[in-house]
């Protein structure tokens, strides 16, 4: 008989607990990630101290997995019986897949491994009370609904990235994480030990990497594109001795989650440079970096290096079990390459045409010694550059060309671009949010990702093994924002990687969400609740109108247009509110009791160009499309601090021209615009504009400033009916520049005609 495949929640209500109806209440699903297949039973089945639990070896961790986490979490003792019992069955394609039979009298796992049968626990643990995770359940009996759920994974790598290095966290917090991963179904840990602002991985062959290249003199206050920059003047560090990595290690892999070192190369080098000066190409002694971004020490191609690294790997070799070594490859200045006399003569002898091949030389020789071992490399995707080496997989982060390219190619790709996969973006447009890198990713827009690039035909899609979300650390320095800044998001990512497209429905996510909250509180993890805040979108059809919507049910939205806070007492808002002037709209959450989330503040300036016709020669990149080319006439203005959020359109290497058709010939006196300029994010402004109105043209220089914005304000006091925009891009990034050698980006926001 086939499984009914249904979306569904679970909710479990504490006054069932006692209940003696045979009957189950009406229920839904309440699994993250949402299941494959499940069917809701009638009934339900008792857990208290007559229930037992039997199994072979062959489920051994999941079985002790279950029994700790019922016996630690409640009063009741499992007993030596086959309440619960452990099958292995072998028509179970995916070893990852289960089939979870909860029935009245008793509950069934069918796995062909254990750790397909591990993951059948995670779902049986959401179904049970959140008060499990931190033992402070009281009831001797629980009521578990009947329900029937075969599961099985849609990608093979399923991932979470965290790096160490900007800032430390330590072992317990990193088995927490460990945790959260399997808690998720996810089964990849991506550990960033070692980059220029420290290396955090014990190498006992060269002690320096512990005594100067884990310590760096003091660290950035603030944002990297502040101006002057600050500093705390307090040595930063720390490492990771061996056997504390042993016991990572040992920990993830009674979750299912293998550990993937990443030991980066030949770019971000300079803490060990720091540490062992000849390994660049100067020999000079530099310090271990104080700041964030690129720097132009890197490894030198010589020997001596090539030693120092395969040393280091064999020891990252010994206490890594994993497939895979994470070697880098990414944002590699090559100043110091061009301007040493020995890489110039190792280009001409190997034959290679210039740096970006000399890199590929560099890649193909760590592979090929990695793979001696019986290791495989992972890179970002700059290992394309150059010629990709024969048996890498590429970790596509600079959006989804690279993936392209490398499946094309044949070669095995993860996805974590920047648009949906990097968590240390801003996920609210709030003011007090903590500082964050830049960026814009809500929760909605992780959970749309879609990790197979439509570009590539089913052939080509097989080689992309999964997706993972990234955590850089550059602004996060306590565990407690870390968790911020990984949760929810971590759960939106858990179903992209696990649960089939068809299966997915944001809505229905976000109700699980808002029950999942419980078991974070439980678990004492710091989680980002945006879910009751509200957002905001000007229609412009007849009549111009702002609409008012928010992610859960059964609240109203109160607000004002005086500027006053929303209260109980406030205006319902039950349809969009005409603008028919500039106004400031509030607006909050509410329940029958009092206020939900935050104020939504929105300034509307209702200016000559709102509502009117606008087109651009090039659609925004897709990462980055803001509200669209009508985004850039709404009356809002993006956000001061970030880019990336709806109001910022961004274009990556190209010459962009804007047309303005106002509708009829209208007196103009002044046109504002300004360009985002974050270039420790390649956003670079403009050199120079061109502005015309009725055949009379301005060109206007903009000079090379390093503020975050750069505005312009032009006073035609003209009339005319067409206004157009010629911006062209910066051009490549200068070397010495962070992301040197790269298409700079534009990022334009409103555009304000008076």
Same mark, same amino acid.
């Given at each position: ?416 671009? *920047? ?7 801003? !996920? /609210? #447009?709030?003011? +007090?949010? =903590?500082?964050? $890198? ?121 607000? *004002? ?7 109980? !007492? /406030? #205006?319902?808002? +039950?349809? =969009?509110?005409? $603008? ?175």
């Amino acid at each position: 008989m086939p499984f009914k495949k249904i979306t569904v929640c679970i909710v479990f209500i504490s006054f069932l607990f006692n209940c003696q109806n045979t009957e189950t209440p009406n229920i839904t699903s309440q699994i993250i990630p949402i299941p494959s297949e499940q069917t809701i039973n009638k009934g339900h089945f008792v857990l208290d101290n007559s229930t037992g639990i039997k199994y072979t070896d062959d489920f051994k961790i999941s079985a002790e997995f279950l029994k700790s986490y019922i016996e630690n979490g409640s009063p009741i003792k499992l007993q030596d019986n086959n309440s619960i019992s452990f099958i292995k069955d072998k028509s179970i394609e995916n070893p990852e897949g289960y089939l979870l039979e909860i029935l009245p009298k008793s509950i069934v796992i069918k796995a062909k491994t254990d750790q397909g049968a591990f993951y059948a626990i995670q779902s049986l643990r959401q179904l049970l009370p959140a008060e499990f995770e931190n033992k402070t359940l009281s009831e001797a009996k629980v009521l578990i609904p009947c329900t029937t759920i075969k599961d099985e994974p849609q990608f093979e790598h399923r991932g979470m990235h965290l790096d160490v290095s900007r800032h430390m966290f330590s072992v317990e917090f990193i088995k927490k994480y460990i945790d959260a991963l399997a808690m998720l179904k996810m089964n990849t840990f991506h550990w960033h030990l070692t980059d220029d602002q420290g290396w955090r991985i014990e190498i006992k062959k060269y002690p320096k990497l512990q005594e100067v290249a884990a310590y760096r003199n003091k660290t950035l206050i603030g944002h990297y594109s502040d101006q002057p920059q600050q500093f705390d003047g307090k040595t930063y560090g720390g490492f990771y001795t061996q056997e504390e990595v042993q016991e990572v290690v040992a920990y993830a892999k009674s979750r299912f989650v293998t550990v993937i070192p990443e030991i980066e190369l030949p770019g971000h080098a300079q803490a060990a440079i720091a540490a062992y000066p000849d390994l660049g190409c100067t020999g000079k002694q530099i310090e271990v970096a104080t700041t964030w971004g690129v720097f132009e020490d890197i490894f030198c191609p010589k020997e001596e290096t090539f030693t120092f690294l395969e040393n280091v790997l064999d020891e990252v070799a010994t206490l890594f079990p994993s497939t895979y070594i994470h070697i880098g490859g990414d944002e590699a200045p090559k100043t110091r390459w061009k301007n040493c006399e020995y890489c110039q003569k190792l280009i001409k002898k190997e034959g290679l045409k210039d740096e970006h091949e000399l890199q590929s030389y560099f890649i193909a020789r760590i592979e090929k010694y990695l793979n001696s071992k019986g290791k495989q490399i992972i890179g970002w995707d700059e290992i394309l550059e150059g010629g990709l080496a024969p048996n890498a997989t590429v970790m596509s982060w600079r959006g989804i060309e690279g993936a392209v390219e490398a499946a094309k190619q044949h070669h095995n790709v993860i996805m974590t671009p *920047t648009s949906h996969c990097y968590f240390d973006y801003y !996920q /609210s #447009e709030n003011d +007090n949010e =903590p500082l964050a $890198i830049g960026g814009f990713l809500p929760l909605e827009k992780v959970y749309g990702f879609n990790p197979i690039p439509e570009e590539l035909n089913d052939d080509e899609a097989q080689y992309i093994l999964g997706a993972q979300g990234n955590i850089w650390t550059e602004y996060i320095n306590t565990e407690s924002q870390l968790e911020y800044m990984a949760f929810p998001r971590m759960l939106a990512m858990s179903e992209v990687v696990w649960s089939k497209p068809e299966n997915k429905n944001y809505s229905d996510f976000v109700k699980r969400v808002e029950n999942f909250h419980k078991r974070l509180d439980a678990l004492d993890i710091n989680y980002a609740n945006h879910l009751y805040e509200i957002e905001g979108e000007l229609l412009s059809n007849d009549n111009l109108s702002y609409q008012l919507k928010t992610l859960t049910d059964g609240k109203t939205i109160r607000y *004002t247009l005086d500027s006053s806070e929303p209260t109980l !007492q /406030s #205006e319902i808002y +039950n349809q =969009p509110i005409p $603008i028919t002037e500039s106004v400031t709209i509030k607006a909050s959450l509410f329940n029958n009791e009092k206020q939900l989330g935050k104020v939504f503040t929105q300034n509307i300036n209702h200016h000559k160009a709102v509502g009117k016709k606008i087109t651009i020669n090039k659609a925004p990149h897709k990462s980055y499309p803001g509200s669209g080319a009508e985004g850039l006439i709404n009356g809002i203005s993006g956000s001061d601090s970030r880019y990336g959020d709806k109001e910022w359109l961004g274009f990556w290497g190209e010459d962009i021209e804007i047309i303005i058709d106002l509708g009829e010939e209208t007196e103009i006196n002044s046109i504002e615009t300004r360009f985002y300029n974050g270039q420790g994010q390649w956003i670079y402004a403009p050199n120079e504009i061109e502005i015309e109105i009725e055949n009379e043209v301005e060109k206007m220089q903009i000079p090379n400033a390093t503020e975050k914005l750069i505005s312009i304000k032009f006073e035609p006091n003209v009339s005319g009916r067409y206004i157009t925009f010629k911006i062209p891009n910066y051009g490549i990034i200068p070397e010495g520049k962070q992301g040197a050698g790269n298409k700079a980006w534009t990022f334009i926001d409103e555009i304000i005609v008076n």
